[in-house]
Every structure is written in structure tokens, then in C-alpha cells.
């Protein structure tokens, strides 16, 4: 995550929506980053303890911005991440796992540590499904969300390739995949949102 004081932005790292590569290309700006584990902070950590801390020690409310990936290519994802030779023989370890059997543990058993990655609703939202953000951006439009930076920080914005997963065969059942839309509901409701609002979701929040 970075906070950009003239900007007066706040750009939440949702994993696997090309938080590295924006962080990468932004790093020269930001006036806090947030690294290791802080690096993901949710939409709601944020709202309960950093906006109160930029607001006191700053007298800063940024916008807050957050990036959305299609549910089931973000599931995808992490997949082939965690095909890694660096994760070989361990309990996270996706490697010799057809990605129909990975989308069946999450369904079954999203606890297993090898699919226990969370979702991008819980990650964007309060306990009240609200999310306290002020624009979503989807990972599919990128272009739209360069070109926001860009106007923001008065400078052509590009991304650098950073971090790419290893490829993979992802390739699931008709079956699997609608009982995956079917679990994931409230995430694809939200997707929907910022597709249909042409890649940049704009929501009020105070």
C-alpha cells in the first residue's frame, strides 16, 4: 500500500491485481509505503487504524483506490503462483494439483493452506458489505486506471512487468465453475459494479 500526499491518494495492494508492478512504477512518489505484511493491508485495517492516523499525524483523508479482478482469474492467480519452485514440498504448494481440483478445496475446504487466500470482497469491504473506498478499478481495464493516475500525478504512468506467476494449465469444468460463481456471489456482484460502471467504480464515502 502507498499513500501519495500531494495526491491525496491511497492505493490499497489487493493481491494478484498487479499491486507490484503499480507499486514499482509509483515508488518515487509515494510518501509511505508499506512493505512485508502491512504491504496488503484490507479496506477495513485501513479504515479503523491508518485513515484515523493520516487524518491526526497528517491532516490527510485521501481517496482511497483499490484494483478488482475478475473472481475467478484472480483464483487463477494464485494458483500459478503457488506453482513456484520455491513452494515445492510445502503445505502452500499448488504444483501436481489439476486447478479443477484447487477450485473444489476452495469450495470444500477454504481453510487448506494451499487455497486459503481469502476473497477480494472480504479484502474490499466492511462486516457490512459496504466498502469503504472511493474507487475500484478493474484489473482487466487497466488503461482506465493509468489514465486516472496519470492526470493525478501530471505525468504518463507505466507499468513495469513485475511479479508474474509461472503458467499453468487453468482450465475447469462448465460444473465447477458455475458452483464457484455460485459461492463467490457477492464478489462477482461487486466485479459486475465496476465493469458496468466501464472499469472505474466512483463510491461515496465519509
Known amino acids: 500500500m502507498q499513500i501519495f500526499f500531494k495526491q491525496n491518494l491511497a492505493m490499497l495492494a489487493v493481491p494478484k491485481t498487479g499491486t507490484t508492478a503499480l507499486e514499482t512504477a509509483l515508488r518515487s512518489k509515494a510518501d509511505i509505503q508499506f512493505k512485508g505484511r502491512r504491504k496488503h493491508m484490507s479496506a477495513a485495517a485501513f479504515d479503523k487504524f491508518c485513515a484515523p492516523f493520516l487524518a491526526k499525524a497528517y491532516d490527510l483523508t485521501p481517496e482511497r483506490i483499490a484494483v478488482m479482478r475478475d473472481p475467478l482469474d484472480h483464483l487463477r492467480s494464485w494458483y ?30 477454504p481453510k487448506l493452506p ?36 496519470s492526470a493525478r500525478f501530471g505525468r504518463d504512468i507505466t507499468l513495469p512487468t513485475a511479479n508474474a506467476s509461472p503458467s499453468a494449465e487453468v482450465a475447469i469444468s462448465p460444473e465447477t465453475e458455475a458452483l464457484f460463481k455460485q459461492a463467490r456471489a457477492a464478489d462477482y456482484a461487486l466485479y459486475s459494479r465496476v465493469r458496468e460502471a466501464g472499469g472505474h467504480l466512483q463510491l461515496e464515502y465519509s
Open 80 to 109: 500459478k503462483y503457488r506453482t513456484r519452485q520455491v513452494l515445492l514440498g510445502t503445505n502452500k504448494s499448488t504444483a501436481g494439483i489439476s486447478f479443477e481440483a484447487y477450485v473444489q478445496d476452495t469450495l470444500d475446504n
Open 114 to 149: 494451499h487455497v486459503n487466500v481469502g476473497t477480494q470482497f472480504r479484502f474490499l469491504t466492511l462486516k457490512n458489505g459496504t466498502p469503504p473506498l472511493h474507487h475500484i478499478f478493474a484489473y482487466e481495464e487497466m488503461p482506465v486506471l493509468l489514465s486516472f493516475l
